[in-house]
């Protein structure tokens, strides 16, 4: 029999909880694995194996022996991490033992931010249900923003509105992003009803934010986008600090047929940003 311990021991533990079987963990336990113990050359616990892995049957066993459900890995969390993979289940187990819904801290995006700019609408609801902050980060990056600067594919508007009927602030200025929502929005060329819907519910159509400083009319008219200009300055967006290259560029996407916003418009939110 090959006798397992110190370092080589953690090893053997964390791969097992990475790859399974679930016999196996229990085997390497029943042997004098320890549940918190540390993979030498990476930091990774036996947990962060098991959530990296979408493992519910390991997560539940490593929880039920102690592991620490709120233990950092370069300011990682169990939670944040099945959050990022949209593991629900998991997340739901680690909540109901103890994981903090408002962390990580610090300038790290919260694990709602991280649900919200993933599109785990399922995780959203559940975060919020046990107490995760709306506006958690807000100087850097909160979930409202988060869901605003998601790649095309993980946006859901759905997000947007559950998070600001349960009090996000629609005017919020983060440090990651240099943006309020509704700035961010028109950035990333969400659809004219997500604008409209964040005109609708608070957001200062002049406010400037950005290194520099720059208003939602000026970030909509910089990329080519006719249908939000319009709507920007149906809801009382200022001009008179418009130059004569700006004041032209926005009279030519006026002249556009309002059913026919530039094609720019729809091009996939991946692109550069100019905020």
């Known amino acids: 029999m090959i006798v397992l311990n ?4 953690a090893e053997a ?4 909880c990475g790859k399974g079987p679930l016999a196996m963990v229990k085997l390497l336990l029943a042997r004098g694995a320890v549940p918190n113990t540390r993979r030498r ?3 990774f616990s036996p947990l962060r194996a098991a959530v990296g892995q979408r493992s519910l049957e390991i997560v539940r066993h490593l929880v039920s022996n102690g592991a620490d459900v709120n233990a950092t890995n370069h300011w990682e969390t169990p939670l944040s991490l099945a959050t990022h993979y949209g593991s629900l289940e998991i997340v739901q187990h680690l909540v109901l033992n103890g994981a903090d819904v408002n962390g990580p801290f610090g300038l790290i995006p919260s694990t709602l931010a991280i649900a919200s700019r993933n599109g785990h609408l399922a995780i959203v609801q559940f ?5 995760a902050e709306v506006n958690r980060n807000s100087e850097s990056l909160a979930p409202l923003a988060a869901c ?3 790649p095309s594919s993980d946006f859901d508007f759905a997000i947007v509105q559950l998070l600001i009927a349960h009090g996000a602030d629609v005017n919020a200025q983060g440090a990651l992003l240099e943006g309020t929502p509704l700035i961010i929005a028109v950035d990333r060329r969400r659809e ?3 604008v ?7 957001a200062d159509v002049n406010l400037r934010a950005g290194r520099q400083k720059r208003s939602p009319l000026e970030v909509s008219l910089d990329k080519g986008n006719a249908a939000c200009t319009r709507l920007l300055l149906q809801y009382g967006a200022e001009t008179a600090s418009l130059d004569n290259s700006q004041r ?3 009279q030519g996407l006026l002249s556009m047929k309002s059913d026919a916003p530039s094609e720019d418009y729809w091009e996939d939110s991946e692109g550069s940003r100019s905020i």
């Open 6 to 9: 110190g370092d080589d021991l």
């Open 13 to 16: 533990f964390v791969a097992a």
């Open 41 to 43: 050359k990476d930091g």
């Open 127 to 131: 975060l919020l249900t046990k107490g």
């Open 148 to 150: 605003l600067s998601s």
């Open 192 to 194: 004219v009803n997500v």
């Open 196 to 202: 409209q819907y964040l005109l609708d519910h608070g």
């Open 248 to 250: 032209e560029q926005m």
